[in-house]
């Protein structure tokens, strides 16, 4: 009996052995079928191409007898002269669009493959019927919303296209060229990049640039979805709805370790303002809630600190999908410091009018915060719109606008961008049609120059595009607009007449703010983001 399951035992130990060694029937056919199809897939096309060039040919000779086959050799010489000397942006895409579609050609191939050989459940909702994709292989360096835009990459800059269009986002490269694009189901607003978890090396840092790395979308107040996607590719990682009884206010931001996710929120029954906190680690699930101590929240941002988060309470109360503003003669707008732990409150000061909504924010480095203001009264109300404050400040502290026109702005500002190497602030406003930039020395105004439809704004300098911050030629701000503009600005020459020159600009304006545009083919929305190396 010993003897006999000894035997049985080796038996069974030979076979599994064999059978580890020896490659399943079904890779062999697997492997076996891809050599078949590509053999059959490269004579089928050299035998087209030849029964094609002979069809051609034959009639060709009924026409021109002088037809030699070589002239076919000749044409294609001369076509591949012209691709050389073609420009080397137009060649680039054209490479980058072919690897592209070689990659996708090739993980559709084997996924198809291991959706045979697996059978897995798939849990992660499908979002292909919601989203498309389309994307070429190149750095990406800002981030933004579009409000209309053309479905097929090679239709973005098609001045003749004017058909298909949508809301979607778009990565663009430091050449302010569109990246990628996705479709979105609905208009978004504000687009907030993961932080960059390890910064010690700066090496890895540059070539992780897009690397492991979200970029949350939040739909146009009042939204009940967010949306995870991918920095580098832009596709789209999941979707996030909003729990019962809320709905977002289309603004975000991430801890500076990039693990956790705070986005504004509306308790839709009590109408009281609530900051959400989602688990960057584990799909986004939402972990706890805040009261942000306010009505409306808009923008919020992560103080420099670390620990604080900085709340702009617009002081607007907003139903469940409806942007209509319910308590405009009654709103009591703030700026709200809270502890991003727990939700204490730290601080928060309240404006000179009740009207004006606390929207933007922007941080400099030492902590100071740069706020932007929507003013919901009167349009002949003159009221500061560019504020600023320090913690422990009692009030704010208003920029210093010539002759103190405020309504240039026309009661609005939409985005507000800080370069604090260089002590810069940038706002734009829509309505104004205008982007205008500051001097924090001295916190006058620079100059603003004209921008139809401007609303994002973001920083150009070193932390973009793996450059370093002494590249001053870099330095400045990004400006997008409704018109398909990207609009670079940069400040030519600070000096200490800034303020009067920004009273008469119209006698050196290009001594002052220099800029240069790229025009595509779609209506950027809202905000800009930059993705910081």
């Given amino acids: 009996m010993q003897t006999s399951e000894a035997h049985t035992a080796a038996i069974a130990k030979s076979h599994s052995a064999s059978s580890k060694a020896t490659p399943r029937p079904a890779d062999k056919r697997s492997n076996h079928e891809q050599l078949v199809t590509s053999a059959l897939t490269t004579l089928g096309s050299v035998l087209g191409t030849v029964a094609l060039v002979g069809i051609h040919h034959h009639y060709r000779k009924q026409h021109q007898p002088e037809a030699k086959l070589q002239d076919y050799v000749s044409g294609v010489r001369s076509q591949l002269h012209t691709l050389q000397a073609s420009s080397k942006p137009q060649l680039t895409r054209f490479r980058y669009a072919y690897q592209q579609a070689t990659a996708a050609w090739q993980r559709a191939y084997h996924d198809d493959i291991d959706d045979k050989n697996h059978d897995t459940k798939n849990t992660v909702t499908d979002l292909t019927a919601m989203h498309s994709t389309v994307m070429l292989a190149r750095p990406v360096c800002w981030v933004s919303g579009v409000a209309s835009m053309p479905k097929n990459l090679s239709l973005i800059n098609d001045d003749n296209n004017h058909d298909e269009n949508g809301f979607g986002v778009v990565g663009i490269d430091a050449d302010r060229q569109i990246v990628w694009q996705t479709t979105m189901p609905e208009r978004v607003h504000d687009i907030v990049v993961q932080p960059i978890l390890n910064r010690q090396n700066n090496q890895n840092r540059s070539n992780t640039h897009n690397r492991q790395r979200d970029v949350v979308v939040l739909g146009r107040r009042p939204s009940e979805s967010f949306w995870v996607l991918d920095t580098a590719t832009g596709q789209v990682k999941l979707a996030i709805k909003a729990a019962d009884n809320r709905h977002f206010y289309g603004h975000a931001c991430y801890s500076l370790d990039g693990s956790k996710l705070y986005v504004t929120e509306n308790d839709t029954i009590s109408l009281a303002g609530k900051i959400g906190i989602y688990d960057a680690h584990d799909n986004y699930s939402k972990v706890a809630e805040f009261d942000s101590h306010g009505i409306g929240p808009h923008e919020l941002i992560m103080h420099s600190d670390g620990e604080t988060l900085v709340i702009a309470n617009g002081g607007i109360k907003t139903e469940q999908a409806s942007r209509e503003e319910l308590n405009l003669d009654t709103m009591r707008p703030s700026l709200t410091y809270l502890s991003r732990h727990d939700g204490t409150l730290l601080e928060q000061i309240i404006p000179e009018h009740n009207q004006m909504s606390v929207r933007h924010l922007a941080i400099h480095e030492d902590g100071t915060v740069m706020i932007g203001i929507q003013f919901q009264g009167e ?120 303020s009067d020159v920004a009273e008469s600009n119209s006698k050196h304006p290009a001594d002052i703010i220099v800029q240069d545009s790229q025009i595509h083919n779609m209506s950027f929305d809202n905000h800009l983001q930059a993705v910081l190396a």
């Fill in 379 to 498: 349009k002949h109300i003159n009221v500061p719109l560019v504020l600023t404050h320090h913690r422990g400040d009692p009030d704010f502290k208003p920029l210093v606008m010539p002759n103190n026109q405020w309504q240039c702005f026309h009661q609005y500002i939409a985005s507000v961008a800080v370069d604090s190497e260089r002590n810069l602030l940038c706002v734009t406003t829509p309505i104004g049609g205008c982007a205008a930039i500051y001097d924090l020395n001295t916190r006058m105004l620079i100059d603003a120059v004209r921008l139809p439809d401007c609303a994002g704004a973001s920083l150009v300098a070193g932390q973009v595009s793996g450059q370093t911050k002494s590249n001053h030629g870099a330095s400045g701000f990004i400006v997008s607009d409704g018109h398909g503009k990207l609009t670079r600005l940069r400040v030519n020459t600070l000096s200490v007449e800034t």
